[in-house]
């Protein structure tokens, strides 16, 4: 899909510019536009962006390969913008990075993504609500496109959060194997938003404190703004990185302390019965000969003292044992 918006002093603003007339409005003075190819092949946009924009070939293969970092090139007359936007997928924890490419001209902002970004058409959809918007340039344009992007960072955050702090609760009452996976996706998730805020981080730096021919000097502040923003959120990841690493260590000890008491258990039991499997042991051995009158071990004395041993060795031993505190 290519959309094109054009907002002309004359005309005002038009969301569905003829294509065959994008070469003429770059032309005129006065008009603003912004082309979004959205899923497009690279044989309908290689032509209009070589052609009609005359951007350099190593700019448009960069933008149609769709394998960049975040990162920005000073061709001169334009700039060549590589931004991630980011998809959450709460279910299975993936973190999805949708590259955007951004062309920037004095007049004219081109954007091109593989995939829909909801913060780019919020973007588009403020612009015709607003038309202040589109009224400072497209290095204005360029402002608002970024920080709707970044804006939506700060959602999936609060959620990765909050599901780290449900994760907490859960170790100390069932921690199960799925406990374990599922801290080790959000430890990927993490990772890959680090990947993304970090490089992001520095093109807006860049931004906003290199002197580019196409970014006006006022608008320079509020690309300082949306990076005073990553600057957070960069933080923001390393923290709940470490909180992702501390629960893996808690779950470690609850699974250890578990398995300790269960194994004093199974020590406790095993101490009290030896005892007892040493006396009924020792009298049922038929190791007594016929050279002398035993009858007297299968009578009932015998027997009561016998039982009186069983009962009350095990329980002296465990009474011992309490004193000590070893159970």
């Known amino acids: 899909m290519i959309r094109i918006l054009c907002a002309s002093e004359r005309t005002g603003i038009q969301t569905d510019y003829p294509l065959e007339r994008l070469g003429a409005a770059l032309k005129e003075h006065g008009n603003l536009i912004w082309v979004d190819f959205c899923g497009e092949s690279n044989e309908t946009c290689e032509p209009i962006l070589r052609q009609v924009f005359g951007f350099h070939p190593l700019a448009v ?3 149609l390969q769709e394998t960049n970092l975040p990162k920005v090139d000073d061709w001169g007359d334009y700039l060549y913008i590589v931004i991630d936007a980011l998809d959450f997928s709460p279910k299975n924890g993936q973190l999805r990075q949708i590259e955007l490419d ?14 829909p970004i909801p913060a780019l058409d919020q973007t588009w959809e403020s612009c015709q609500r607003d038309t202040r918007h589109l009224q400072n340039g497209a290095d204005h344009l360029l402002y608002r496109l970024v920080d709707y992007v970044v804006a939506a960072y700060m959602p999936i955050v609060e959620q990765m959060d909050r599901e780290i702090d449900e994760i907490e609760d859960r170790l100390f009452v069932s921690p199960s194997p799925s406990t374990v996976e599922r801290l080790f996706e ?6 890959a938003m680090r990947r993304t805020i970090a490089p992001q981080r520095e093109v807006l730096n860049k931004l906003a404190r290199d002197d580019y021919r196409v970014i006006d000097r006022r608008d320079r502040i509020f690309f300082r703004d949306i990076y005073d923003a990553l600057v957070r959120l960069h933080d923001l990841n390393e923290s709940m990185r470490d909180l992702v690493s501390g629960a893996l260590d808690t779950y470690l000890s609850v699974i250890n302390n578990r398995m300790n008491e269960v194994m004093k258990t199974l020590t ?4 009290l019965f030896m005892p007892i499997s040493f006396v009924v042991g020792f009298f049922g051995m038929n190791f007594f000969g016929p050279v002398a009158d035993f009858a007297i071990w299968t009578d009932k004395p015998a027997f009561w003292i016998t039982l009186t041993i069983l009962i009350l060795l095990p329980s002296t031993m465990l009474v011992l044992m309490r004193h000590k505190m070893w159970v």
């Not at 951004?102 to 995939?115: A, E, S, W």
């Not at 959000?186 to 990772?191: N, P, Q, S, T, V």
């Open 186 to 191: 959000l430890k990927r998730a993490l990772l």
């Open 102 to 115: 951004v062309f920037l001209g004095t007049n004219y902002m081109v954007t091109h993504h593989d995939l």
């Open 268 to 271: 406790v039991i095993t101490t």
């Open 61 to 63: 293969e960069d933008a």
